[in-house]
């Protein structure tokens, strides 16, 4: 079972450019999940999906975009990328409200 | 903003020695779930913890949902140096609960061990 994958692992980016950082997950799991990571401030939750058709802000979700493509793909789009964007960013997906969330492996992204 | 008091930040210990690391918070917990981060990968489950005064243990590792709801501990007895990583604390809060409810993560725990 591939789990959560996300595309692609690595990336760098000039300040104002665009990219999707794509996630699928191949466990029917309704809720999907964007998190970004940064030393000494753990993960931070950009914008989450609870099920196909909806979407929400998180946390940090200022600079980002999302759409929930299917129930397996949920992708995160930066349209005009910013050096403070730099980060590890991760997929994260969940069966039930009650469950523990399945994360990806990161995509490192870099602008610069 | 973050609503988890996770400490200690970091922790280098040797080999065989045991580890404890605790997360706190002002508000009431649902749910308490202990994952471990290796460098260069995402976050996996440890053990998940649903009801106050539950303990639970997984090989090595045992992790408690605190009486008022509001911390959780985990220690890992005889460490080795594949415990190297990342331990994150993470909660639902006391709410309704639904398929759209989000975990609250602790800022985490880097764990060296050193043979």
């Known amino acids: 079972n591939a789990g959560v994958t996300q595309t692609p692992k690595f990336q760098v980016l000039k300040t104002g450019q665009s990219m999707t950082l794509q996630c699928a997950q191949d466990m029917n799991h309704n809720s999907m999940y964007w998190y970004r990571q940064d030393p000494g401030m753990g993960l931070r939750l950009i914008y989450y999906s609870a099920s196909e058709g909806t979407t929400d802000k998180g946390e940090v979700p200022n600079g980002y975009n999302v759409s929930r493509l299917n129930k397996r793909e949920f992708s995160l789009r930066l349209e005009s990328a910013a050096p403070s964007q730099t980060s590890v960013y991760f997929c994260a997906s969940r069966l039930r409200a009650e469950g523990g969330y399945t994360f990806g492996s990161g995509t490192r992204l870099t602008v610069v | 903003g973050q609503q988890l008091n996770q400490s200690p930040q970091s922790m280098f210990i040797q080999e065989g020695e045991d580890v404890s690391m605790n997360c706190t918070s002002s508000s009431i917990f649902n749910t308490w779930l202990w994952y471990k981060q290796d460098p260069g990968e995402g976050p996996v489950l440890l053990i998940a913890?649903?009801?106050?005064?539950e303990l639970t243990s997984n090989g090595r590792l045992t992790a408690q949902f605190g009486i008022t709801r509001k911390d959780s501990f985990l220690n890992i007895s005889a460490s080795i140096p594949s415990d190297v990583g990342i331990y994150f604390c993470a909660g639902h809060l006391l709410a309704r609960e639904t398929s759209g409810s989000r975990l609250t993560f602790g800022e985490g725990t880097q764990l060296t061990v050193n043979p």
């Open positions: 913890l649903y009801k106050a005064g």
